[in-house]
């Protein structure tokens, strides 16, 4: 049981390359969150998915696309870097819909990007 | 816009030593979650409590409630070397199916010195 898992585990891009982080949760877990943390910041939710097939945006999601491709993995995508994107992505996913009443997030181990 | 705010920023104390740290939000919740981070990893949750709870014990973690003040203090009796992480409060204020977010603080960095 892995839990969480995120590749890659750092990223350096130019400004303007693309590039998909991915995300995958074996805990049969219904929601799936990307969230980015900036020192000071705490951590701030870029998009999630409340269940396979559905989308919606979080508190920054300029910059970004995601993709829920099945009830295990949520992609989250940028089309054209920019040094503002310099940041530590973490993916979580909870049962929210589940068993538990309660949105407790498991969290990946985090992707560190940096854009030049 | 971020929900919670924790107090201090950063906290440094001997071991064995208890540490409290605060957290305050601004809108009404129905739960509150404490997360630990350890440097270079992702969150790991703690503990939850209900918006009609004032307090809850796990281990050597305490958390109590004020939703009349709108705060939330996580205490850590005894602590440990293992301890030293930052420590995130994180709210769930919306309850409707499809629509699960939580909102995190700003975190307190915590250090044990041994």
């Known amino acids: 049981n892995a839990g969480v898992t995120q590749t890659p585990k750092f990223q350096v891009l130019k400004t303007g390359q693309s590039m998909t982080l991915q995300c995958a949760q074996d805990?049969?877990?219904?929601?799936m969150y990307w969230y980015r943390q900036d020192p000071g910041m705490g951590l701030r939710l870029i998009y999630y998915?409340?269940?396979?097939?559905?989308?919606d945006k979080g508190e920054v999601p300029n910059g970004y696309n995601v993709s829920r491709l099945n009830k295990r993995e949520f992609s989250l995508r940028l089309e054209s870097a920019a040094p503002s994107q310099t940041s530590v992505y973490f993916c979580a996913s909870s049962d929210f819909s589940g068993a538990s009443s309660y949105n407790e997030q498991f969290f990946g181990p985090g992707t560190r990007l940096t854009v030049l | 816009s971020q929900q919670g705010e924790e107090d201090p920023q950063a906290l440094s104390i001997q071991e064995g030593e208890n540490a409290t740290m605060n957290c305050s939000y601004k809108?009404?919740?129905?739960?509150l979650q404490w997360y630990r981070q350890n440097s270079g990893r992702g969150l790991v949750h703690l503990i939850l409590i209900r918006s009609n709870e004032r307090e809850k014990h796990s281990g050597r973690l305490r958390v109590t409630l004020d939703t009349s003040k709108k705060s939330s203090s996580l205490l850590i009796t005894a602590s440990r070397a293992a301890d030293t992480a930052s420590y995130f409060c994180?709210?769930?204020?919306?309850?409707?199916?499809?629509?699960?977010?939580?909102?995190f603080g700003t975190g307190t960095r915590l250090t044990i010195i041994p």
């Open positions: 998915s409340a269940s396979e097939g559905t989308t």
């Open positions: 805990m049969n877990h219904n929601s």
């Open positions: 994180a709210t769930d204020s919306q309850r409707n199916f499809g629509n699960e977010k939580l909102t």
């Open positions: 809108t009404s919740i129905n739960n």
